[in-house]
């Protein structure tokens, strides 16, 4: 059975936007190394509004305008990049009951900033063995946990708040799916790794640590060596991706990456030897970081403001935390 497929409408929603100079101190007191990464805007979810709230309403928005109903659809991939809102509890079956899709599958991505780009993989893996499936939604959604992590400091992104959805239609020729490539290293599995929290309720803090802490001589080398990696392994998974596809990087009219600092996509543009603005640089810094929805921010971007025009073939990549690079290679 064919796994071709193409998306049919998008739908978007975010969190309050907040102009980083204006706002930016009421998270950290070093304002200047913010500012340096480029960020010029960033949003802030209410409290009350949950990563699986924004979900929904994106998922709602996509239907619309895709002119379906919630009813028709066979297959949900629910990608996030922070952890849920509770254990034990799975929120693609939550946002299924709420969207009315009684008769969906669901499944749950959480590979963090990777998760939606993974996703485009296993539906093509579920179109090709479920004949009867036709309609598709995915969903990626980023929503901050304030009461345990820092935006503005947990890593070199300021991170925001924000969900991305897509109706897949099988056999549809607009922006069509060709192709997903994924390199996985374990290695580096301990990095971003929380050793208590979790999104809603925080456990009895545990110090216990099977990792005892490196020299920082030790911890100095291991970054350096993981940030050679990560351009290294992002450019291979585009190339395998492209010579699947049968084309070559030059045939790119975009490459959309992760949110990430000003300096950080310049040496992206650089490591694939094009122009910064053949990224979505200018994207990155009017949205911040949102998890495993800045890719499907920009593509939904660039397609609706014409940018990316029919025949045009696009490569949206992620790193996350595991660590996965991915490639999922789409034609326009």
């Not at 629910?78 to 299924?96: F, G, K, M, R, Y």
């Not at 053949?278 to 971007?301: R, V």
Request: hydrophobic letters at 40%.
């Amino acid at each position: 059975m064919s796994s071709a497929y193409g998306i049919l409408g998008f739908g978007q929603a975010l969190g309050e936007a907040y102009k980083v100079e204006d706002e930016i101190s009421k998270y950290t007191t070093n304002i200047d190394k913010i500012k340096s990464w480029g960020y010029k805007y960033f949003y802030v979810a209410p409290p009350e509004v949950s990563q699986s709230d924004l979900a929904f309403q994106a998922s709602k928005e996509a239907l619309e305008n895709s002119g379906m109903n919630a009813e028709d659809i066979d297959y949900i991939a629910l990608a996030i990049s922070e952890v849920p809102e509770h254990t034990l509890w799975d929120p693609a079956c939550e946002l299924q009951h709420k969207l009315g899709a009684n008769k969906a599958e669901v499944q749950v991505f959480n590979q963090a900033c990777t998760s939606g780009l993974m996703a485009f993989d296993a539906i093509a893996g579920k179109f090709a063995i479920h004949p009867e499936y036709k309609n598709v939604l995915i969903v990626t959604a980023n929503r901050f946990c304030d009461d345990h992590k820092n935006r503005a400091t947990y890593n070199a992104y300021l991170h925001s708040d924000g969900a991305v959805a897509a109706v897949l239609k099988r056999d549809h020729h607009h922006c069509k799916w060709i192709t997903t490539e994924t390199a996985s290293d374990g290695m580096y599995a301990p990095i971003l790794r929380n050793e208590w929290r979790v999104a809603v309720t925080s456990f009895v803090e545990n110090n216990h640590t099977d990792h005892p802490a490196s020299s920082l001589s030790e911890v100095h080398e291991q970054l350096m060596d993981f940030y050679k990696l990560v351009h290294i392994r992002n450019k291979l998974v585009v190339k395998y991706a492209c010579q699947k596809a049968g084309i070559e990087l030059s045939d790119l009219k975009k490459v959309i990456y992760l949110h990430d600092n000003e300096n950080e996509m310049n040496d992206f543009a650089i490591e694939f030897n094009m122009p910064v603005d053949q990224t979505n640089a200018n994207l990155a810094s009017q949205f911040s970081h949102m998890g495993a929805s800045d890719q499907l921010i920009g593509l939904k971007y660039y397609i609706e403001t014409g940018e990316l025009q029919n025949g045009d073939y696009v490569a949206l990549i992620g790193i996350g935390s595991g660590m996965h690079w991915v490639c999922t290679l789409l034609q326009v």
